[in-house]
């Protein structure tokens, strides 16, 4: 596969819940990192395929939501590329460059 997910992570309002259910479902190892003060990365080890993790969602009253990384070879190219896919009205899907060398497209 040519651009193939390297990485999924759930943003979640409840990681303890979530830690639970995805563990007793699937049998994920689930692995907690400490971020800093307060705050819990938990790493997915699926066993096989695409590992992952969960965290806090950091947005207060967001949903739940699941992020998917894509592995590209010029990420400034990836989203041009993007960008010139998407349609021009002021609801469309739109790019946000969080940190050098990463995109986010919602």
Do not use: C
């Not at 947005?59 to 190219?77: C, E, H, I, N, Q």
């Not at 896919?85 to 460059?97: D, G, Q, V, W």
Request: net charge positive; proline share 9%.
């Amino acid at each position: 596969m040519a651009n193939p997910f390297v990485h999924v992570e759930l943003l979640t309002t409840d990681p303890g819940k979530a830690k639970a259910f995805y563990g007793s479902l699937f049998s994920w190892k689930l692995q907690d990192v400490q971020m800093g003060p307060g705050s819990t990365y938990t790493m997915i080890q699926p066993g096989e395929g695409t590992g992952g993790g969960l965290m806090q969602q950091p947005m207060p009253g967001a949903p739940s939501s699941w992020l998917a990384y894509v592995v590209v070879d010029d990420v400034k190219v990836s989203t041009a590329k993007a960008q010139s896919l998407l349609p021009r009205r002021p609801s469309s899907t739109a790019a946000i460059s969080l940190y050098p060398g990463r995109s986010i497209f919602m």
